[in-house]
């Protein structure tokens, strides 16, 4: 595929994309502009390195890795206490509603969380969320299983404390 139609491959599945890598960078930061902000800079290293991916297939993958590198990226160089602030209003529809569950998603190490973000807030597929975390299945499947069960633990221990 030459470089034109691989960067308007690219192009596509970014406006396809748009919402969903919008609340990904969400699950991260938690805040509206800061989200706003890792998509942003996900699309411009994403047209900016459009040559480098090998296989139309991947292209999609290749974004999802692209913002979360790039969430982590903003974290670490922002090692401030991140507050949360109102869910998104501007235009995008938050399907993540569940504050305690998204609260939750805290005590999870960042892998942890891609993983259940990708495999229940954005419905992948185990096999998908292996590809796009450039993981094995079995890995994603063990990731996954630890994670449920330290989420299992806060929303119990969560729940104590708001009962008592």
């Given at each position: 595929m030459n470089r034109?139609?691989?960067?308007?491959?690219v192009?596509?599945q970014i406006?396809?994309?748009?919402?969903?890598?919008?609340?990904?960078?969400?699950?991260?930061v938690?805040q509206?502009?800061d989200a706003?902000?890792?998509v942003?800079?996900?699309?411009?290293?994403?047209m900016k390195?459009?040559?480098?991916v090998?296989?139309?297939?991947?292209i999609?993958?290749?974004l999802?890795r692209?913002t979360?590198?790039?969430?982590?990226?903003?974290?670490?160089?922002?090692r401030?206490e991140?507050?949360?602030?109102?869910?998104p209003?501007?235009?995008?529809?938050?399907?993540y509603?569940d504050f305690?569950?998204?609260?939750?998603l805290?005590?999870?190490?960042?892998?942890?969380?891609?993983?259940?973000?990708?495999?229940?807030?954005?419905?992948?597929q185990?096999r998908?969320?292996?590809?796009?975390?450039?993981?094995n299945?079995?890995t994603?499947k063990t990731?996954l299983?630890r994670?449920?069960?330290?989420?299992k633990?806060?929303?119990?221990?969560?729940?104590?404390?708001y009962?008592g």
């Amino acid at each position: 595929m030459n470089r034109e139609a691989l960067q308007k491959k690219v192009e596509e599945q970014i406006l396809d994309s748009y919402e969903a890598l919008y609340r990904l960078a969400f699950t991260y930061v938690h805040q509206e502009q800061d989200a706003l902000d890792i998509v942003q800079e996900s699309v411009y290293r994403a047209m900016k390195h459009a040559s480098s991916v090998r296989e139309e297939q991947y292209i999609e993958t290749w974004l999802w890795r692209i913002t979360m590198n790039t969430a982590i990226d903003f974290i670490r160089k922002n090692r401030r206490e991140l507050v949360q602030e109102e869910f998104p209003e501007a235009g995008v529809e938050d399907q993540y509603q569940d504050f305690d569950t998204l609260e939750a998603l805290e005590v999870l190490s960042e892998k942890e969380r891609a993983v259940v973000v990708l495999r229940f807030f954005e419905d992948r597929q185990i096999r998908e969320v292996a590809e796009i975390l450039q993981e094995n299945t079995n890995t994603v499947k063990t990731i996954l299983y630890r994670s449920l069960r330290k989420l299992k633990i806060e929303l119990t221990r969560e729940e104590l404390l708001y009962e008592g």
